[in-house]
């Protein structure tokens, strides 16, 4: 990780120091992969800082000139085996704004196959079929606690559904 610090003048004309990442690779990808009896693929993974197994999507950093279908399937090869003949992206969002111009691109990926793949060896993830049902109850008993996942679940939410749709039970019936 590399930090700048650069002086910044804010909108209200002060000037401040400011301390951001210099961006080694610039953005990344999350896929919302769906297999063909509607389940959502969730993985457990360890991570470090917070010492716990969270739970999150496939996904990781684009290398630099990859377009992000490209990174998308290069990410859900590596780490579930899986490929995809549809792929959609649905949009992104930045992951530390406050400190980093970097976004996650949000990827939906259908018609799955399974596929030989590559497999980071410092990553140890299992991969978890999930239910929209399940899916639901994992976010609201608060065993999702991945921010990047629970945007990216947010950001397909309000794609994909009507804005009048406010029960739970339909949060993602439909796409």
């Known amino acids: 990780m590399t930090l700048a610090e650069d002086t910044v003048r804010l909108p209200n004309n002060l000037e401040t120091s400011y301390l951001r990442i210099v961006p080694v690779k610039n953005h990344s990808v999350g896929v919302i992969a769906i297999n063909a009896k509607n389940e959502i693929l969730l993985q457990r993974e ?35 085996n899986l490929t995809a ?46 239910s929209l049902d399940n899916l639901n109850k994992l976010i609201a008993d608060g065993e999702i606690q991945n921010m990047n996942l629970l945007a990216a679940l947010s950001l397909w939410k309000h794609v994909k559904l009507p804005k009048s749709v406010n029960n739970l039970s339909t949060l993602f019936v439909g796409y």
């Open 85 to 130: 003949k549809k792929i959609k992206t649905i949009g992104f969002f930045y992951v530390d704004n406050r400190r980093s111009d970097a976004k996650q691109y949000i990827v939906v990926c259908r018609d799955l196959k399974y596929c030989l793949g590559v497999a980071d060896p410092e990553e140890f993830i299992e991969n978890v079929w999930v």
């Open 46 to 80: 360890y991570s470090y800082p917070p010492d716990k197994i969270l739970w999150q999507l496939p996904g990781g950093g684009m290398n630099s000139g990859e377009s992000i279908k490209r990174a998308a399937l290069r990410e859900l090869r590596e780490e579930s």
